[in-house]
Structure formats: C-alpha cells, structure tokens
C-alpha cells in the first residue's frame, strides 16, 4: 500500500468507543482428533481493559529465554483485569504492583503471551477463559499472589510439558495463594492435552486457593466458554488431579457433603452461566454441535448446571488447521439464533450487536435470586468485543522451534487474518507487538483489522464476501509458504545449525506479518472506495451503483408510506400496502382509488 493511501486511511477513521466486557472461547483438539495428527489450543481473548504489563490487551509480547542467577526472586505482579477490585489491600492498585516474589529457576524458556501465556518454545500450549465462582477474593500482598495470567506465563517459563505445567499451576496456587475471578487453563503438549479450573479459596483467612486438573482422551475434543467444565471429581481417577484439601474445604463451607455422594465441581464453587441464559453454554453447544452433528445436541440449554453438553466430544470428522479456524467465526449461522438475519440485524445482514447493561457478566444468579433481564443476545463465539484470538498448534512430527506455531489473529475472529508466529522465531512483525485502544494507530496489526470489522458493519452482507476472500487467500498462502519453511529449517536443525534454523524462522515470522498487513490495508483502502457513502463504487471502472435497501426491510420500516402518490393521508389510511420493485403507469389525474388497484 501506498504512503499516500496508507496516510488517508490514518484520517478517515475516528476513535471507536470500546464498552467493558470479559468473555473469552476455548477448544482443545487432540492429535487423535485432528486430520494430520497435530495438537490444537485455540483461544478468543475478548477482555477489555488493561492486563498484567499496564498496557492494553490488544497486543503480542515475546519473551526470550533467560539465565538466572543463584537465588534470584520472579516477581508476580497484579493484574487489574483479573475481576478483583483491589490489589495488595489498597483500592484502584497500581497494575504493576508486585504481589510477592516466587523462587526463580536456573533457566526460563522463551515464549509468547499477551493477557495470557500462549505457546512456548518447547511447544507447550496455553489458553485461557473467565468464569464466574461464588467466591472471588481480592488480591492480597505475600498472601493471595497469583491469578491465571501469571500462572500461565510462569508455567510456560518452566515446563515443556502439559501434565507437568498443570502440576506447577497447583502446586502455585497451594503455596502462594489465588485471587480474582474463576479461571480455566487450558495446557498442551504435542501428544498430550490439560484442563485446569481455579477459584478463590472459600476462606478469606486462607491464602490458597481450589483447583481441579482433567486430562482430555486423545481423539476428543474440549470446549470451554466462561462456565466451568469440569463436574464429578473421583478420588483416585488417573486422569484427574486437584488440590489436596478440596474435599475438606468444600464440607467445611457446607458446599459439599460425602452424603451429597460425588463432589460436582461446577455445582459446588460456581453458579454456572457468566452473564445470562445463552451466554456460555450456548457457545459450547455451537462447537460442540458443528464438530459431532450426529449427538443431536439441543441448542436450547436446560440450566446452568445441564449435563446436556459433554465435557468432551469425538468429531464426526477428523478437524484439519482450517477447520480449527473455522471454529472461531460463527455467529450461529444457519441456526434459530442466526445472528446475521432478520430485523436487529439490519438490511446488510449485520451479524454484530452492540452491548448493554443485559449483557453485563454481573451475578444474575446467586444462592437467593436469579436477575430475570429485560433482553439481551445471545453471546457468539466470534464478538464484537474480541481484542485477538489465536490457535497455537504442536506437531510432534518436527523439532519443537519448528513444530510449534502460533496462529495469531488480531481483533475480532470472523474477519482476522491467522497469522503464522513459529515456537523458534525470536520476534514478531512490529504491528503485533503494538497497539492501544485510545489511540488509532493503523500501523499496528489490532487496528488495521478492527477498522475493516466497523466498516464492513456499513454494508456487512457484501463486504463480507470481498474480506473472507482474502482472508482465505491470506491464510492458504501462508500455508504453502510455511511447508517450505518447515523443510528448510528442520534440515538446519538436524545439520547442527539451531542459530540459522531461529533466523530463517524468526525471519519468516516477521516478514509474513508484515505482508499481512500491508494486504490488509490494501483490502481496507478497496473497501473504502467501493463503499463510501451508501454507494457501490467500481475501482476499475469508476461505475456507480445506486442499490438501496431490500424489500423485506423497506416493508418491515414501513416503506409503503414513501412517496408513492400526493395523497400522504390517503395512503396512510389504506393499510395493508406492502412494498413492491415494480413501478406502474397511472394516469396523470387519477384519484387515489383508482391508483391503489394499480398498485
């Protein structure tokens, strides 16, 4: 893209307003479940606000690997943007507060992460989604020090494994204590794949916290969407880990009785659905339903606590790295609850709502009450809100610096572009790594995509066609040029050369950034011309089309009341007219009557 045109686009676009909201969507598809035997960890990280590193959650932080001295502390700072209202006792903390310091290791691996750990460069996966528990304590100085953000970063400095990282994550939240809101880790592996699901301990004076780890059968898959997954927990179930004083804590706060029979996780700490009926669940039953038709499952939830949805499911066929794309860009369409259609979508087909206090994650349901609210939406896997989404994907088939990638895509999922960021680079595109939402800036890869996503709401069922082009060509290009990386830098490795193999990795991850970009802003600029101003403008040809609006809306606006005759009053007192394309012939002083059998 031009300079010139690259500038204008700078200028045309206005700050858009951002309204609070934390909801994020997770899947985990095991090597038995994927067409080429990869393991995929997929991730929407629709918070809104500042993270852990003061900044803006909208961006790609690299962190390269370290040495450590003998003795040397990490420090474990606060994240304002973990639901907890205070840090370190003290009301509206500093977001770089440090909590504690834990012992550091000898060595930390290199890795990326954002609001979250993702993907490190042993080829351990991360993803992460909110829920909503009954207790949420505040953070707490030396006491309560750990939420899931620095979990997840810390567990991907130490471990290369998903079993291991699970354990570390326990182990953390035991010693050092947990605050915020109920938090799912999901860790993977090239083989193997991890849930863990955290809250707050049921006693303030406790610093701990509760957790309960299930590993996911290879050839299922795992979807979470801000409501625990997790329900009977079985002492001495091999898959299963918690922490070691679950039990007893639960029947102490009377959560739980051994007379209760099985302990249900879901029922016992968390009331279940996050923000409304149809906000969680329903996201579940959407992916759940795409990849295993034949189950049937109802797309009406029973409650918050159904059993309807299992905790994971075998596909009906086998889900290759596009398909795991697909995932993430659904707005239920073709469904009951197809956002795209009818009325609050518009005449364009607009797939996305604006939010509410409806859809506020308060608690609409508690012990006493359940709020019943005067209407929302349901939630969609791909929102509005979306600050990036990513699936990080680990073949064991390669060296982990090769096998390892991150698909990273920034704003809203339905139209990114998954970029391509290897376990081995040692950088990202400058785009990435940038970005903040009070400040437009189309050199960074958030707006850049989040600006075509608000222009194409203008006239979303055509430009919608034009964006999921590219994107397809963006992404089946990255593709092909990725199988050619792959050989090359596998046969550096196994030459002994590691340091070319991380240039040419690291190389390709920045430069295919960097050519993303620039083609989306091509695509920005074509979208501009072609549909400024309620018109469709050809670039090539600089023919204008005048297209209007479709007849169902023209009748459901009232648009038989346009002006159709002089006789305004008339035509509103007949009824029952409905909108027609077709223009008829009357002579030039016919009276009303005779014009309406016309017509």
């Given at each position: 893209?031009?300079?010139?045109?690259?500038?204008?686009?700078?200028?045309?676009?206005?700050?858009l307003?951002?309204?609070?909201?934390?909801?994020c969507?997770?899947?985990?598809?095991t090597?038995?479940?994927?067409?080429?035997?990869?393991?995929?960890?997929?991730?929407?990280?629709?918070?809104?606000?500042?993270?852990?590193?003061?900044?803006?959650?909208?961006?790609?932080?690299?962190?390269?690997?370290?040495?450590?001295?003998?003795?040397?502390?990490?420090?474990?700072?606060?994240?304002?943007?973990?639901?907890?209202?205070?840090?370190?006792?003290?009301?509206?903390?500093?977001?770089?507060?440090?909590?504690?310091?834990?012992?550091?290791?000898?060595?930390?691996?290199?890795?990326?992460?954002g609001?979250?750990?993702?993907?490190?460069?042993?080829?351990?996966?991360?993803?992460?989604?909110?829920?909503?528990?009954?207790?949420?304590?505040?953070?707490?100085?030396?006491?309560?020090?750990?939420?899931?953000?620095?979990?997840?970063?810390?567990?991907?400095?130490?471990?290369?494994?998903?079993?291991?990282?699970?354990?570390?994550?326990?182990?953390?939240?035991?010693?050092?204590?947990?605050?915020?809101?109920?938090?799912?880790?999901?860790?993977?592996?090239?083989?193997?794949a991890?849930?863990?699901?955290?809250?707050?301990?049921?006693?303030?004076?406790?610093?701990?916290?509760?957790?309960?780890?299930?590993?996911?059968?290879?050839?299922?898959?795992?979807?979470?969407?801000?409501?625990?997954?997790?329900?009977?927990?079985v002492?001495?179930?091999?898959?299963?880990?918690?922490?070691?004083?679950?039990?007893?804590?639960?029947?102490?706060?009377?959560?739980?009785?051994?007379?209760?029979?099985?302990?249900?996780?879901?029922?016992?700490?968390?009331?279940?659905?996050?923000?409304?009926?149809?906000?969680?669940?329903?996201?579940?039953?959407?992916?759940?339903?795409?990849?295993?038709?034949?189950?049937?499952?109802?797309?009406?939830?029973?409650?918050?606590?159904?059993?309807?949805?299992?905790?994971?499911?075998?596909?009906?066929?086998?889900?290759?790295?596009?398909?795991?794309?697909?995932?993430f860009?659904?707005?239920?369409?073709?469904?009951?609850?197809?956002?795209?259609?009818?009325?609050?979508?518009?005449?364009?087909?607009?797939?996305?709502?604006?939010?509410?206090?409806?859809?506020?994650?308060?608690?609409?349901?508690?012990?006493?009450?359940?709020?019943?609210?005067?209407?929302?939406?349901?939630?969609?896997?791909?929102?509005?809100?979306?600050?990036?989404?990513?699936?990080?994907?680990?073949?064991?088939?390669?060296?982990?610096p090769?096998?390892?990638?991150?698909?990273?895509?920034?704003?809203v999922?339905?139209?990114?572009?998954?970029?391509p960021?290897?376990a081995?680079?040692?950088?990202?595109?400058?785009?990435?790594?940038?970005?903040?939402?009070?400040?437009?800036?189309?050199?960074?890869?958030?707006?850049?995509?989040?600006?075509?996503?608000n222009?194409?709401?203008?006239?979303?069922?055509?430009?919608?066609?034009?964006?999921?082009?590219?994107?397809?060509?963006?992404?089946?290009?990255?593709?092909?040029?990725?199988?050619?990386?792959?050989?090359?830098?596998?046969?550096?490795?196994?030459?002994?050369?590691?340091?070319?193999?991380?240039?040419?990795?690291?190389?390709?991850?920045?430069?295919?950034?960097?050519?993303?970009?620039?083609?989306?802003?091509?695509?920005?600029?074509?979208?501009?011309?072609?549909?400024?101003?309620?018109?469709?403008?050809?670039?090539?040809?600089?023919?204008?089309?005048?297209?209007?609006?479709?007849?169902?809306?023209?009748?459901?606006t009232?648009?038989?009341?346009?002006?159709?005759?002089?006789?305004?009053?008339?035509?509103?007192?007949?009824?029952?007219?409905?909108?027609?394309?077709?223009?008829?012939?009357?002579?030039?002083?016919?009276?009303?009557?005779?014009?309406?059998?016309?017509?």
């Open positions: 893209m031009t300079v010139f045109l690259r500038s204008a686009l700078c200028l045309f676009v206005a700050s307003v951002v309204s609070n909201a934390a909801a969507t997770v899947f985990a598809i090597p038995g479940a994927s067409e080429d035997g990869s393991m995929y960890v997929g991730h929407t990280n629709d918070g809104v606000g500042k993270d852990w590193r003061n900044i803006d959650d909208i961006s790609i932080l690299y962190v390269p690997a370290a040495d450590h001295a003998p003795g040397e502390k990490r420090a474990i700072v606060f994240d304002p943007d973990s639901g907890s209202d205070t840090a370190g006792g003290a009301s509206g903390g500093d977001s770089r507060m440090v909590l504690g310091y834990i012992d550091q290791v000898p060595h930390t691996y290199a890795y990326y992460t609001s979250y750990g993702m993907m490190n460069e042993h080829q351990l996966l991360s993803a992460e989604c909110t829920e909503y528990a009954k207790v949420e304590l505040d953070a707490a100085e030396g006491k309560r020090i750990f939420y899931s953000s620095e979990l997840s970063n810390v567990a991907l400095e130490r471990c290369t494994k998903a079993r291991e990282a699970v354990k570390l994550v326990g182990d953390l939240i035991d010693t050092y204590g947990y605050y915020g809101t109920g938090e799912t880790l999901v860790f993977a592996d090239p083989e193997e991890w849930v863990i699901e955290i809250c707050s301990s049921l006693d303030p004076e406790d610093g701990g916290g509760l957790w309960v780890a299930e590993r996911i059968p290879d050839g299922e898959v795992f979807v979470a969407a801000n409501e625990f997954r997790t329900r009977e927990v002492p001495g179930n091999p898959d299963q880990i918690y922490s070691n004083e679950l039990f007893d804590k639960l029947e102490k706060a009377g959560l739980w009785s051994p007379a209760d029979g099985s302990l249900d996780w879901l029922e016992a700490v968390s009331y279940g659905e996050y923000a409304h009926p149809y906000y969680s669940l329903m996201r579940v039953w959407r992916i759940q339903d795409r990849l295993a038709p034949s189950l049937n499952l109802s797309l009406y939830v029973e409650n918050s606590y159904t059993k309807a949805y299992p905790f994971t499911v075998t596909p009906d066929e086998k889900v290759n790295l596009t398909g795991a794309f697909s995932l860009r659904d707005h239920y369409e073709g469904t009951e609850f197809d956002l795209s259609t009818g009325k609050a979508a518009g005449p364009f087909g607009n797939p996305y709502r604006y939010l509410g206090p409806a859809d506020a994650h308060t608690d609409f349901q508690n012990a006493s009450y359940m709020e019943v609210r005067p209407g929302a939406n349901p939630r969609p896997v791909s929102g509005v809100f979306c600050s990036y989404s990513y699936v990080a994907q680990a073949r064991s088939s390669l060296p982990d090769v096998g390892g990638v991150l698909w990273f895509g920034p704003a999922a339905y139209e990114t572009v998954y970029a960021m290897y081995g680079s040692t950088n990202v595109s400058a785009a990435y790594a940038a970005g903040d939402r009070s400040k437009y800036d189309c050199d960074t890869a958030y707006w850049t995509f989040d600006f075509v996503t222009w194409a709401m203008l006239r979303y069922d055509a430009m919608i066609d034009e964006i999921i082009a590219k994107q397809g060509e963006l992404e089946a290009e990255s593709i092909t040029l990725m199988q050619e990386t792959d050989r090359e830098a596998a046969e550096l490795i196994a030459a002994g050369d590691d340091e070319g193999a991380a240039r040419l990795l690291t190389n390709f991850t920045v430069t295919r950034g960097d050519e993303i970009i620039d083609e989306w802003h091509g695509l920005a600029g074509t979208l501009i011309v072609t549909y400024s101003n309620g018109l469709i403008t050809d670039p090539a040809t600089g023919a204008v089309e005048e297209p209007g609006y479709p007849g169902w809306w023209l009748n459901e009232g648009y038989q009341y346009g002006p159709r005759v002089y006789e305004l009053e008339e035509l509103h007192a007949a009824g029952g007219l409905n909108y027609t394309a077709n223009t008829v012939l009357v002579p030039k002083n016919a009276t009303f009557a005779e014009i309406r059998e016309l017509i």
